[in-house]
């Protein structure tokens, strides 16, 4: 007997088996593979700068001259050829004190802090001693002397922690900062023009203090948070 056609599913349309068929023929598109960024080396990516990427300077005028700092107008060729003209103000540098008592908890010390009127800021502030530098001055020698007139104290151990440049698109000013161990109290003799009150407060307060945000100063909050982040201090709970 001749074989009999088997009868479509009722509901599927007559074409129905020919397209499973030709669907499990056909092969199925692949997907495209997402293409994911390679990330730059640090090594590469933080290469010092070259002699070509270095700036020409042009020309370079004194438009104003105060007692702190000077402002230039300058005229550059910047790296990349590009011809610009930027209004620069230039400073001797100033250094920082992360100034610290740690003879009785070495993981959480005592820091000085102080508070001021700024009148840019229209506030006071809470910040770490810090000052300008004198022209030639060595910054280990300024910060010695800028904790030892602002606060009275000395200190038996000097280290560097950092130096940065708190505003680089205007601001040649860079910030030396120094931690400084083992005080010795002594008498304070800040500058006319300064009304300082500090006080030593325990690191993980300081901690609690900027998580809180009534620390505004930058020049405490990078020194702060940096300085617990190598030494692994952590805000007690």
Do not use: C
């Not at 508070?115 to 809470?126: D, I, V």
């Not at 203090?209 to 952590?234: C, P």
Request: no cysteine; net charge positive; charged share 35%.
């Amino acid at each position: 007997m001749p074989k009999q056609k088997k009868s479509a599913k009722p509901g599927e349309p007559k074409d129905a088996k020919a397209a499973k068929t030709q669907k499990g023929s056909a092969a199925k598109p692949k997907r495209a593979k997402a293409l994911k960024p390679k990330a730059k080396k640090a090594a590469k990516a933080l290469k010092p700068a070259t002699a070509a990427e270095t700036e020409r300077l042009l020309s370079s005028e004194v438009v104003f001259q105060g007692s702190l700092f000077r402002v230039l107008r300058d005229k550059l060729i910047e790296p990349g050829g590009y011809e610009s003209e930027r209004d620069i103000i230039r400073h001797n540098g100033s250094v920082v004190i992360l100034a610290m008592d740690s003879s009785k908890d070495k993981k959480d010390p005592w820091i000085v802090v102080e508070r001021q009127y700024r009148h840019a800021a229209g506030q006071f502030l809470w910040e770490l001693p810090a000052g300008k530098l004198d022209a030639g001055e060595d910054a280990l020698a300024g910060a010695r002397r800028e904790l030892a007139e602002e606060t009275g104290y000395s200190a038996k151990k000097w280290k560097p922690l950092v130096e940065y440049y708190p505003s680089p698109g205007f601001l040649g000013e860079s910030m030396k900062v120094f931690v400084a161990e083992g005080l010795v109290a002594g008498d304070a003799h800040p500058e006319d023009d300064e009304q300082i009150e500090f006080r030593l407060v325990k690191l993980s307060e300081v901690l609690k203090l900027i998580e809180n945000g009534a620390i505004l100063d930058g020049k405490t909050l990078s020194s702060v948070l940096l300085y617990a982040r190598i030494n692994g201090g952590k805000r007690k709970k």
